[in-house]
């Protein structure tokens, strides 16, 4: 499946959901007091949120101004060009003059953290590198467990502890065994927590620092995992975990589950934090780099 099929298909049900009436409403007629109404009140069911949705809908029609736009047909041209530029990520997130690359994976129970970690793996060892994944959660062993499965699934070794260990000294040990063995990159999966969770931050922040000390520079991308489903809550997880570590952005996952997939639009807008990736089901195969054109045009198809 290629990239602009595998955006269709995990889209579906946000295409049924907010975005249908969206389509339905910039298909034909004149910009009038009631379309940009109408507009607004579908964004925000569609979790961009209200102050995004605000400055999207008021730039949109002064540009519509600008350039003589009077009927809903242009502005649907208008409006795409409008997203994807909003939505378009700047260069990507550091990469290492030499390897290993580190790459932490962070976030709040059940956002799915584990099997995009494998994913991520997989994608890796796709573009022909050699990649080890680290099992951070020491505190639940079946999430030890988990990860042991898809790092089968995805063939790629996995470093672990027994379970209450130290997650701190365990990503020093897998920093160790990284250069031992000439590894291109790092997966690092950490135990979920809540975002307000203070004790629990800073315990995240500990990581942080013991990996930069054995590895300079390192983690070189730190990256949140987002349930898409969680809407706006998205929207404070991803604003606090950026206030505890530099994020590099965000890999937004069940995104085919949810009917309102705006929350994309706001992260991007409220917290200029890119979504880097996506998953869209539940196999090794079901992940994808995040390309703002290919998604807005699947989104408006």
């Known amino acids: 499946m290629n990239k602009i099929d595998r955006f269709r298909s995990s889209l579906v049900r946000s295409r049924s959901g907010f975005l249908d ?10 910009l009038d007091f009631d379309f940009y109404e109408q507009l607004e009140e579908i964004l925000i069911s569609g979790d961009v949120g209200v102050e995004t949705t605000l400055k999207l809908v008021h730039e949109l029609k ?17 409006m795409i060009q409008k997203i994807s530029a909003l939505l378009a990520a700047p260069p990507g997130p550091a990469v290492p003059t030499e390897p290993p690359l580190f790459i932490l994976l962070v976030g709040v129970n059940g956002s799915g953290k584990t099997t995009s970690a ?16 680290v099992a951070g959660d020491t505190f639940r062993a079946a999430a030890t467990e988990q990860l042991e499965i898809w790092s089968v699934r995805a063939g790629v070794e996995l470093i672990r502890q027994h379970s209450g260990s130290d997650s701190s000294a365990l990503f020093f040990d897998a920093i160790n065994a990284a250069k031992a063995r ?9 135990a979920g927590r809540l975002h307000n969770k203070y004790n629990l931050m800073e315990e995240l922040n500990k990581i942080y620092r013991v990996i930069g000390r054995n ?32 994020l590099s952005g965000l890999i937004l996952t069940k995104l085919d589950g949810t009917a309102r997939g705006g929350i994309v639009l706001a992260i ?4 200029d934090l890119p979504v880097l990736y996506i998953g869209t089901g539940e196999q090794l195969e079901d992940f994808a780099p995040f390309d703002a054109e290919t998604f807005t045009a699947a989104l408006f198809e």
């Open 21 to 30: 009436r969206l389509n339905h409403l910039i298909r034909g007629g004149e």
């Open 62 to 78: 002064e540009e519509a101004i600008a350039q003589k736009v009077t009927n809903r047909e242009s502005f649907r041209s208008l």
């Open 118 to 133: 494998a994913k991520l793996a997989g994608f890796y060892k796709d573009l022909g590198k050699k990649v080890i994944m």
């Open 182 to 190: 000439g590894i291109d990159v790092v997966i690092g999966d950490t």
């Open 215 to 246: 590895l300079p520079g390192a983690p070189h991308q730190v990256i949140l995992v987002v349930d898409a489903t969680t809407g706006q809550n998205a929207v404070a997880q991803a604003r606090s975990f950026n206030q505890a570590l530099p």
């Open 268 to 271: 991007k807008d409220l917290l």
